[in-house]
């Protein structure tokens, strides 16, 4: 069957889809059929702001219902029909390692940022990234992605996550009544914010290093303006964080 194109590129002079584009709804089919590809998502946003613009409302909406519906539920449930940040920086939070390649952060560690094929968050597990006075925000949190035999650094654990209504929770009042600085050069590697140093806010509890199965004194993590986490650990050998989850 011949589809036939219905809009036109408006959104840039030198965009080369002078023919004009399919509708959305189209497009929508295609994709749900692809079961929302997100390597082909991110093909499409390439090709002109048109199909990028449709990719950030749409498609990436749609990835992130389909590969967590419970966890996008909740992050959703007070009311909102999108979230901090976009649809799009979500998304690769929920497929992506960041890794560390910049040197910006986490002192020199060179571990390049890669793909994921499945993670698991956890609203639980967040709870132990927050001090107990702020416990009644919501955090979801990674498993730790597991880079082995970094030399000197050991094993190497690489967790992400993402917080829900960020802006009214108390983790980011905290932060602005301690007075935390921003880092003055990186940025969220999933939307570009800015971000806080968790652990020079002193606010890093014990019960992360016993969930993450780490060194209590190898935890570092940092929340962007949107509510993203990153952080990096050093793993315990696999005897050793046994013990500290059965003394948790």
């Known amino acids: ?27 929508f089919l295609v994709f749900r059929q692809l079961n929302w590809n997100p390597k082909l998502i991110a093909a ?6 048109w199909f990028d ?15 967590a519906p419970k966890m996008m539920l909740d992050l959703q449930s007070c009311g909102s029909h999108s979230v901090d940040g976009n649809w799009r920086a979500l998304g690769k939070l929920l497929i992506y390692c960041s890794g560390c390649s910049g ?26 990234f927050l001090l107990p006075h702020c416990r009644t925000d919501v955090l979801y949190v990674s498993d730790p992605c597991e ?3 970094q030399g000197d650094d050991g094993d190497v654990g690489f967790f992400r996550g993402v917080f829900k209504s960020f802006m009214v929770s108390k983790v980011r009042r905290m932060l602005i009544d301690r007075g935390a600085q921003l880092h003055p050069t990186a940025v969220c590697p999933y939307c570009k914010a800015k971000m806080w140093n968790m652990l020079q806010a002193n606010m890093v509890p014990l019960t992360a290093s016993c969930k993450l199965g780490a060194y209590e004194d190898s935890v570092e993590y940092y929340v962007c303006l949107n509510g993203h986490m990153l952080g990096i650990c050093t793993l315990l050998p696999l005897s050793d964080s046994e013990e500290a989850s059965e003394s948790e």
């Open 1 to 27: 069957m011949i589809l036939t194109k219905q809009y036109r590129c408006v959104h840039s002079s030198s965009c080369q889809c002078t023919k004009g584009h399919l509708s959305e709804d189209v497009i």
């Open 147 to 149: 880079h082995l035999d």
């Open 103 to 128: 040197g910006r952060l986490f002192n020199s560690i060179q571990i390049p940022g890669h793909f994921v094929y499945r993670t698991r968050f956890s609203r639980t597990s967040g709870k132990s």
């Open 44 to 49: 499409l946003s390439c090709v002109c702001k």
């Open 53 to 67: 613009d449709l990719a950030k409302r749409v498609l990436w909406k749609e990835f992130c219902k389909t590969r």
